[in-house]
């Protein structure tokens, strides 16, 4: 089987589809869309990445993913399943949940 690891980081592309008027032109018109957005809300990639982070842990091991501007209410469910246990949300410098951890269960 493929490796398993103690720690896998994620920072996906978190902006819904729909914001993308709203984001700067230099930011909109320069970077490429598979770098910003992550679907039309912003977080149809968590959806995905979770379920794979699962696969690819040891168990006890961590993930660890960067979350979009009021993404977290959407993203927690997705932890809180067997597979998942200490979900743990760390808020940013003005307060806003920007980071979302767990740990691997058995």
């Known amino acids: 089987g493929s490796p398993l690891f103690d720690l896998i980081i994620s920072n996906p592309p978190y902006i819904g589809r729909k914001e993308s008027n709203s984001l700067p ?7 490429p869309a598979s770098a910003l957005y992550g679907g039309e809300e912003g977080y149809e990639l968590y959806g995905l990445l ?28 997705l932890l809180e399943c067997p597979q998942w ?22």
């Open 50 to 77: 979770i379920p794979e982070a699962a696969l690819h842990l040891k168990s006890g091991g961590l993930v660890v993913i960067e979350l979009g501007h009021d993404s977290l209410s959407a993203v927690r469910p």
């Open 25 to 31: 032109i230099e930011v909109r018109e320069h970077e």
């Open 85 to 106: 246990t200490n979900i743990h949300a760390t808020n940013d410098l003005a307060g806003i949940p920007r980071v979302l951890s767990s740990e691997r269960t058995q």
